[in-house]
């Protein structure tokens, strides 16, 4: 069993499909497991937040139990207190944290020390828990995952980062495709090969049309994350060819679906004729943040198995 879960890095390929076919249950079943009864989970935003916010604070409260919500500043974080104290400290009033923050350092930090669970719900480096809604929103669409064609176009960013761990763990061929400037870190990518699974693969291209081919899901994200609006002209130049638009899209398999982790910028990184479009899948894949969060909360939180007599 998991300890943590800060990068994807951390599941099997078999704890991975797992936790998707539970997702497909809670779904179905809102009320199906209370696994957080008479219990909290300390839950830190250090970064402005919607769909995180709201999916984690529902997600625990359908669980059973009490999310407790600490906004930038009302932590001593703020003023200076050391992640290893704060770690140490939130661990014995609650049995698990999730981070929503900047430098992925800081998580790693809280997870080195924490007693309790740590998740990571969203760095600059990774974003884990949005690739898990993304997979569950592909196993909906398509029956399975292993076999299937992801292709994102757009900045190397936390998003492609954790859809290579994840896709390509779930064994999905995923292709990343980005100017050179804005390629995703090559030692990330070198981690998400060697962990595939069974058909899952990894390929960096600067090549979008190339790389939409055949695809069965094409994805995007915004051109200007937080933190880079130093250099938005210039991220905007670099990125206007890996728009996905209508001319992308038709590339893709017929049954392809559009995906974008939200918030959108319709006319930038995405047309508005795709993101509200029939093909759009991105309203599926926002929901499902909440169920894949809620399994993934159950298999941290469940107890540890009793050792062998």
């Known amino acids: 069993m998991i300890r943590h879960f800060l990068t994807g890095e951390e599941l099997t390929s078999g704890e991975l499909e797992a936790l998707i076919e539970r ?17 909290s989970v300390a839950l830190l935003f250090d970064r402005p937040s919607t769909r ?21 500043a009302e932590t001593q974080l703020s003023r200076g207190e050391s992640s290893r104290d704060t770690a140490a400290v939130l661990g014995r009033f609650v049995h698990a944290i999730g981070v929503r923050t900047g430098p992925h350092p ?31 929103t592909l196993r909906e669409r398509f029956g399975r ?72 899901a094409l994805y995007t994200d915004v051109w200007v994350s937080m933190g880079d609006e130093g250099d938005a002209a210039g991220r905007r130049e670099l990125l206007a060819p890996y728009r996905l638009d209508e001319a992308l899209l038709r590339l893709a398999r017929p049954e392809a679906v559009a995906l974008h982790c939200l918030p959108a910028h319709p006319g930038e990184e995405i047309s508005a004729e795709v993101l509200y479009g029939p093909r759009s899948a991105v309203w599926d894949q926002a929901e499902n943040r909440l169920h894949a969060q809620k399994a993934l909360l159950e298999l941290l939180t469940q107890p540890a198995p009793a050792p062998p007599r």
């Open 52 to 72: 995180t916010r709201v999916s984690f604070e529902v997600g625990v409260h359908e669980l059973g139990g009490h999310p407790v919500i600490l906004r930038e």
């Open 145 to 216: 995952l292993s076999g299937l064609r992801l292709t994102y176009v757009g900045d190397g960013n936390n998003v492609a980062h954790s859809l290579m761990v994840l896709g390509a763990k779930a064994g999905i061929k995923v292709v990343v495709a980005t100017p050179a400037e804005l390629a995703p870190h090559p030692l990330v990518a070198q981690v998400a090969g060697a962990q595939a699974g069974p058909g899952g693969s990894v390929e960096l291209t600067a090549d979008p049309q190339g790389a939409a081919a055949g695809a069965h």
């Open 23 to 39: 997702a497909l249950v809670l779904k179905a079943d809102r009320g199906a497991s209370n696994a957080l009864a008479g219990r």
């Open 106 to 136: 800081v998580v790693e930090a809280l997870a080195e020390h924490s007693p309790v669970p740590v998740v990571n719900m969203l760095t600059a480096d990774h974003h884990p828990c949005q690739a898990l809604a993304d997979l569950l």
